[in-house]
């Protein structure tokens, strides 16, 4: 069982939920970005971190702050994460004395907290890509292969690489920001998920993409704290089989 502490350096305390499970396994892998507990965010057999953890995860790894990391099991909240969370939902991260729910609000107060190095997006780019994961939920829920979900994730994808093709490699240009890592482990989900539930991959033309994925994918920061695709899968199951 992973126990919360202070970090002591940078005074940050995090705490995130992250997956189904009430026992955290504790990887000892090297990773010269943290200088605390790394516990990670794979619980064999459960669903890993979301795609909205992982955003935080990214965020703290990118700009070198430590953390604490304690994972939820949201199948069976604990009475203490109830006071903290009313919603009962994860990421929260404590920073300060404050308790922060919700990715959009963290990844803003850990900028505006940490601004170096800035990771912030220009507000006319900040929604590049956005209707990329609804369009994806939509397509791995459709059980009916007409009915234009496939389309529609399709050509968000296209308008995406041509966006990258124009301006990227990265969402603000050549150096990556908030956007990216909101929108990578939504990409991710997406790969493993369409993968393994409807066999269907990005199509090779959307070069842009698929070279944005490979580049962002292998990034320590995201290899550190991206879920096992077992738990992928897993997660999305209900919604698929619902
Ligand atoms: N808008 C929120 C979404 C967070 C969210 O939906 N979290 C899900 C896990 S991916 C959750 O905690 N679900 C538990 C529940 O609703 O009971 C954010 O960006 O942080």
Known sequence: MCRGGHSGRVGLFGLFGSGYSGFLQKKNYPNPTRDNR?????????????????????????????????LVNLNNKPEWFLSISPEGKVPIIKLGEKWIPDSDVITQALEEKFPEPSLATPPEKATVGSKIFSTFIGFLKS????????????????????YLQENGPFINGELISAADLSLAPKLYHLEIALGHYKKWSIPDSLTYVNSYMKTIFSK????????????????????VEG
């Open 143 to 162: 059980k009916d292969s007409s009915d234009g979900t496939e389309q529609a994730l399709l050509n968000e994808l296209t308008a995406f690489n041509d």
């Open 220 to 239: 320590d920061s995201f290899v550190n704290t991206r879920a096992e695709p077992k738990d992928v899968i897993e997660g999305w199951r209900p919604k």
């Open 38 to 70: 790394v516990p990670g965010c794979r619980v064999p057999g459960y669903f890993g971190s979301g795609p909205f953890t992982q955003r935080v995860l990214l965020t703290l790894e990118e700009k070198r702050l430590p953390y604490d990391l304690k």
